[in-house]
């Protein structure tokens, strides 16, 4: 495993994050061998929302059977929006507790609103979460699906204010190309970010980093709506090009794109089984030249 760390916290990150939004739909046995590898391969970092409902409690039960709580980094999402917008004082609150109470802790080392209301002033945002970490119940936090921009006011209103800013970003970052958003109010992170990312060496924590499964060939219906075009199909076969050259998949090829980019870079990933624990972190010994990523991205030029 490798590792990195962000703003206002203390504790190493494994730069793989292993996610929980899927607990249900599988055998706990099969759920909790692979979060076992995981752990005996050095991840330390597991994501979890308030969405995700009764998930938060299964992955819990594990936390609290392998006695790790400590030493799990949590990235704990919030103010999903429930047919509303949730951005609020309240609901906020609201999410960081009833996340607390279905995992079993009382504290999250990572607190991400999981979507924004540009029509509230990033100001109260940080004015909020600064008073939930004075509480003692979250330490650092982020947005998820956030433009760049909106995190770049959030912390210069921090640094003027003397109160603690945002340490990461995690909108979606995949090697495929979007042809329409995943889910409603989900954002892709473009070029224009990136380059923001790249400029002051920022953290982001990627979702969806290989595209759910497209770099596999998944037809589910969702990922083909979301990712199924002639950008990506090209893309597709260059990753699995590269990937019979250097002994992988192109899925791994795929998420080493991900984490080679010239920032500090996280990857979500839903580890379902033994297997795709492994698979997924043979992504970690990739090493990718710029000249690879821009090919992968590009091809070759006219």
């Known amino acids: 495993m490798k590792y990195g760390t962000i703003p206002h916290l203390d504790k190493p990150i494994s730069k793989i994050v292993c996610g929980t939004d899927f607990l249900l739909g599988q055998p706990e046995e099969t759920s909790f061998a692979a979060y076992d590898l995981f752990w005996e391969l050095g991840g330390r970092a597991f994501d979890s929302a308030h969405c995700y409902g009764d998930n938060s409690r299964v992955f819990g039960k594990w936390v609290a059977s392998r006695d790790v709580a ?143 499964g497209y770099f596999a060939g998944t037809a589910d219906a969702d990922v083909v709506r979301a990712y199924d075009n002639e950008k990506s199909r090209a893309r597709r076969d260059r990753a699995a090009e590269l990937g019979a050259a250097r002994g992988v998949s192109a899925m791994t090829i795929a998420m080493s794109w991900v984490l080679n980019q010239p920032y500090p870079v996280f990857a979500l990933a839903g580890l379902r089984t033994t297997d795709q624990v492994k698979d997924t972190l043979k992504a970690l010994d990739v090493t990718l030249s710029p000249a690879e990523l821009k090919w992968l991205e590009e091809g070759d030029p006219a």
């Open 70 to 212: 400590k030493e799990v980094v949590f990235l704990d999402k919030g103010c999903h929006p429930y047919a509303t917008k949730r951005v609020t004082y309240k609901d906020m609150g609201n999410d960081i507790r009833e996340n607390h109470e279905r995992l079993g802790v009382e504290y999250t080392d990572l607190f991400v609103l999981h979507r924004d209301d540009p029509e509230v002033p990033v100001s109260e945002i940080v004015d909020w979460l600064n008073a939930f970490k004075a509480d003692g119940l979250i330490g650092a936090f982020g947005g998820s699906n956030w433009h760049h921009t909106r995190i770049a006011a959030a912390n210069d209103y921090a640094a003027k204010a003397a109160k603690q800013g945002f340490s990461l970003n995690n909108p979606n970052l995949t090697l495929a190309q979007n042809s329409e958003p995943l889910w409603d109010g989900c954002l892709t992170i473009d070029r224009e970010g990136r380059r923001w990312h790249e400029s002051m060496q920022f953290p982001l924590f990627s979702w969806s980093s290989m595209a759910r």
